[in-house]
């Protein structure tokens, strides 16, 4: 076989994973979604007590049904679905958080870029952050209590 028609297999190849990828992505976005929005109140009591409708049914007791066991399985299923979700709703922050720093650079770049005729224009918006930080720690010093303003006040 010829190395061009090698080298075209393989970027169809890599065409078809990559869109597989995007498929598989959405596809788990929507299962998630729906997994969250499909456990209401009613459904997870509904689901608590037939679970402990048929623990009492299986006679605690018996060889067939041991119940430290049944606990423990059951502890451990939620806690790995537990853990799985905490990681989804991680990779979900993250994604959201490297699109917020792009739409932000991306803003940045539509307010900063001044046209070199205007220096004038150029030092206000610069003079604007400093006014801004300074308000920011002005307002994050903490107020006096009313016992210490009071104090502050007939002091003078």
């Known amino acids: 076989m010829k190395f061009e028609a090698l080298r075209h297999r393989v970027k169809r190849a890599e065409q078809v994973v990559s869109i597989r990828v995007d498929q598989t992505q959405c596809s788990w976005f929507t299962l998630s979604q729906a997994w969250r929005e499909g456990w209401t109140p009613l459904r ?3 689901v ?3 679970g402990g409708f048929l623990a009492g049914k299986l006679e605690p007791g018996s060889t067939r049904f041991h ?3 049944w606990l423990q399985m059951i502890g451990s299923v939620s806690n790995l679905l537990a853990s799985a979700q905490a990681a989804f ?3 979900q922050a993250n994604e959201a958080a490297e699109t917020a720093e792009q739409a932000a650079d991306k803003v940045d770049e539509a307010v900063d870029p001044t046209p070199p005729a205007a220096p004038a224009r150029a030092a206000a918006p610069a ?3 400093q006014a801004r930080v300074t308000a920011t720690q002005e307002a994050a010093q903490p107020q006096p209590l009313p016992a210490e303003a009071a104090t502050d006040v007939s002091e003078r």
Do not use: F, T
Request: proline letters at 7%; charged letters at 5%; aromatic letters at 0%.
């Open 44 to 46: 997870i009591i509904s």
């Open 48 to 50: 608590g007590l037939a």
């Open 67 to 69: 119940g430290a066991r």
């Open 89 to 91: 709703a991680s990779m």
């Open 127 to 129: 003079a604007a952050p």
